[in-house]
């Protein structure tokens, strides 16, 4: 692709001049900070956005690649950012969407079935083809989006940030994956952020910069500092000052927390724990082991429950969403395009919809006031966008994140639930968010940090919970004396601590 430019209706410039070089065969890394203009360039890629300028050659020939259907034609396909499956469609449903196969005209469901069965065995899946993709976790989506595209018989496949949902277990297999199809000749480009997986598993690196082409290197020729030195113009510290912090009183009481399905599976099993004033405690575990429906808990989502969640020695049983924030607690959501952010809204409307007493007399909204708030977030945290006036669902994946945290941790909380925090963003953002989970620590915040990404709990936390079957099975205080490895068997419940200690 080259002499890429894509200006937006807005009149952003997301490609300014933006060229890659794509070998066949090979594992391709497309990295830059958040906005940069990777996906922007990826999706011209794959038809769904027109640039404005440029050319793409495919195999030494030009290409006019003016729609998705084109680009599948060409053998081209894309996995995205924010996953496109209808929830309401099955495995086989979505697999086949928009090319079924018939028979009289109608859905041959026995044939879907099996093609599908065929397909995931081909590249080592499994997958039931008749479940709702409504049911399934992060990792399967994943993989019905992955089977959806070599369904469609694309070689050269873009992946959008396809390890931030995912887990370092997870990840590890997404990469056999992909050794797999790379051993079968297909070629892959995947956009990340994480330096390590580009060390791991990419042959080539493309870095972007403000929608413009910074270089292309064979990734053994650079270290991740040089990488990030690239991506963000400076020497990023990738570990956190953490000044030693006077622990206070509790703020959060998990008081035996049972949660059982309809069809009696236990999803949290007798949790207790507690977290306190200056005191950053993290949640661990693999996915699906009761960290989501205890965040749903403990933020008000879920009433369903025996046992007792207490903020500063009030049961929240019963209260509302809105009442528990007013107890102090703010949270980061997991999933910030479901509830962290109204997409259709501003900048501005999304910053202060949960400041309004901040910026109104409780009759009227100061307008200053909404401009000085919001300014100060775009500010503080780095939002690529035009104005506060410029709606969410067009800023970049990692700095929708930012929107989300800006607003959270604007004032000091008492309480700060953050799930899966700095997912998505960009290293120089990751620096900047730990920093500020520190600084609220130290401002007497008790924070419940929620990670998969386990350099990130090493690095933030005081004390480290691991859940396993909706189970704490370890309680780790002397967080610098644990290896990764200790922690791993935690997680995948080869260890447990023979009497979880409340500390
Ligand atoms: N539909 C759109 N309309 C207007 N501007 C857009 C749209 N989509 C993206 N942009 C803008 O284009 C720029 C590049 O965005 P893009 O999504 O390509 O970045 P990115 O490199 O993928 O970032 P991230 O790492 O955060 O995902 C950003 O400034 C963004 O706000
Ligand atoms: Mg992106």
């Known amino acids: 692709m080259t002499n890429i430019f894509k200006i937006y209706d807005n009149g952003i410039v997301a490609n300014n ?66 996953f496109m499956l209808v929830n309401e469609l099955t495995v086989a449903e979505n697999i086949f969407l928009g090319q079924e196969i018939t028979k009289n005209f109608m859905i041959d469901r026995k044939k879907t079935k099996e093609a599908v069965v065929k397909l995931a065995e081909k590249f080592g899946m499994s997958i039931d083809p008749e479940e709702k993709v409504g049911n399934l976790s992060i990792v399967q989506k994943q993989k019905v989006e992955i089977l959806k595209v070599l369904a469609r018989n694309a070689k050269i496949i873009i992946f959008d940030e396809p390890t931030a ?41 493309t870095i972007m910069k403000n929608g413009r082409f910074i270089g292309m290197f064979d990734v053994n020729a ?27 009183d509790i703020v959060l009481t998990v008081n035996h927390l049972s949660k059982i399905t309809s069809s009696g599976k236990m999803l949290l099993n007798d949790v207790s724990f507690t977290c306190r004033q200056g005191e950053i405690v993290c949640l661990c575990g693999v996915e699906g082991n009761g960290q989501r429906e205890l965040v749903d808990i403990i933020t008000g989502f879920d009433q369903d429950y025996s046992g007792q969640v207490m903020i500063k020695n009030q049961n929240i049983n019963k209260k509302t969403i809105k009442q528990i924030r007013d107890m102090g607690e703010s949270h980061i959501p997991e999933d910030r395009t ?12 999304n910053l202060i919809s949960i400041a309004l007493t901040d910026v109104s007399n409780g009759i009227f909204i100061n307008k200053k006031r909404v401009e000085e708030v919001s300014e100060e977030g775009i500010k503080n945290y780095q939002i690529k966008c035009e104005n506060a006036a410029q709606k969410v669902e067009m800023l970049s994946g990692g700095n929708m994140q930012k929107v989300v945290v800006a607003r959270e941790t604007r004032k000091t909380p008492s309480l700060l639930v953050a799930n899966q925090p700095t997912r998505g963003v960009d290293i120089g953002a990751i620096e900047f968010i730990h920093k500020k989970i520190v600084d609220l620590s130290c401002d007497k915040t008790a924070v419940l940090l929620v ?24 309680k780790i205080t002397n ?25």
């Open 165 to 205: 949902v995912l887990t370092p277990q997870e990840t590890q297999e997404f990469f056999t994956q992909l050794e797999l199809l790379k051993k079968q000749e297909y070629t892959i480009i995947i956009i990340t952020h994480k330096l390590k997986e580009i060390k791991q598993i990419c042959d080539r690196i």
């Open 451 to 474: 990670s998969s990404d386990l350099s990130e709990v090493f690095r933030l936390a005081d004390k480290i919970i691991v859940f396993y079957a909706g189970k704490i099975v370890a």
């Open 338 to 349: 479901l509830y962290g952010v109204d997409l259709a809204s501003s900048i501005a409307d």
């Open 479 to 503: 967080v610098s004396e644990i290896t990764e490895e200790e922690l791993g068997l935690y997680m995948l419940g080869l260890k447990s601590m023979d009497e979880v200690q409340d500390v």
């Open 17 to 82: 001049n933006a060229f890659i070089e794509i070998f066949a065969g090979e594992i391709h890394a497309l990295a830059g900070e958040n906005g940069a203009g990777k996906s922007t360039l990826m999706k011209i890629l794959y038809g769904l956005e027109k640039p404005t300028s440029g050319q793409i050659y495919l195999n030494g020939h030009e290409v006019k690649i003016t729609s998705p259907l084109v680009a599948n034609s060409f053998g081209i396909g894309m996995v995205h950012q924010h």
């Open 222 to 248: 650079l270290s991740e500092a040089e990488i990030s030195r690239l991506m963000v113009g400076r020497d990023i510290v990738q570990e956190v000052n953490k000044p030693s912090r006077k622990r206070g």
